[in-house]
């Protein structure tokens, strides 16, 4: 079946450092890819989405690019902050059906 | 866009009891789905809410235990029926619409705490 692995958590990291947390998937058909943010408390916002290969989602300085050779479609910022501390869930879609969730990693970033 | 509120937003339930979760958009969406998310876990559909007919169950969950209703294209309710400590989860209610290519939007989540 469909599904979706990230990196386990925590990533923690300084403040201005660079940020990759890996995603990779698997999908019988062509899916669509998200990267959903969880700020401590509330609940799921939608960060970014590619739908087909090499597209590149972008949002708040966070990029992630549709690799359909490496089945992949990593999460980066350039240079993170304290307000980026949450936890990130990489999912995919085929069609306009449910979505499947990767388990989540939960960014730390101290000042 | 759709803003997607839900009631209540936490609650703090005794074993054996039953609890309904209400879930409003703010505009007419395709498809509502309710997720849950056990602590530290993270987010498994229990299943698609149809307008007018019974819902769609993802394996493992069963209407008898989570009876789902959605009357009109912006309302659903997700009841958690017999409740057990480990029914104490986030529940969480998303929709959207055929113009947002895949895309769904989250309401705030149900903090469910189950005694």
């Known amino acids: 079946g469909d599904s979706v692995t990230q990196m386990e958590g925590p990533v923690t990291l300084s403040e201005e450092a660079f940020l990759t947390i890996n995603c990779t998937y698997t999908a019988t058909g062509y899916p669509s890819l998200f990267w959903y943010v969880q700020y401590p408390g509330e609940g799921l916002q939608l960060l970014l989405k590619?739908?087909?290969?090499?597209d590149k989602g972008s949002n708040k300085g966070f990029e992630a690019t549709y690799r359909k050779e490496t089945t992949s479609f990593h999460l980066e910022k350039g240079s993170v902050q304290v307000s980026d501390s949450a936890v990130y869930f990489c999912?995919?879609?085929?069609?306009?059906?449910?979505?499947?969730f990767g388990t989540g990693t939960r960014l730390l970033v101290s000042p | 866009s759709a803003v997607i509120s839900q009631k209540p937003s936490r609650d703090i339930c005794q074993r054996g009891t039953s609890l309904t979760i209400q879930c409003q958009v703010d505009s007419q969406v395709t498809m509502m789905f309710w997720y849950r998310q056990q602590p530290g876990q993270s987010l498994t559909l229990i299943a698609t809410a149809n307008q007018g007919s019974e819902a769609t169950y993802e394996s493992g969950f069963v209407i008898d235990k989570f009876p789902i209703s959605r009357p009109n294209l912006t309302f659903s309710t997700l009841t958690v029926s017999n409740m057990s400590p480990e029914d104490s989860s986030i529940y969480l209610c998303s929709g959207g619409t055929s113009k947002s290519y895949n895309e769904q939007f989250f309401g705030p989540g149900t903090r469910l705490t189950v005694l």
């Open positions: 590619a739908t087909k290969a090499d």
């Open positions: 999912a995919l879609s085929i069609g306009f059906q449910k979505l499947v």
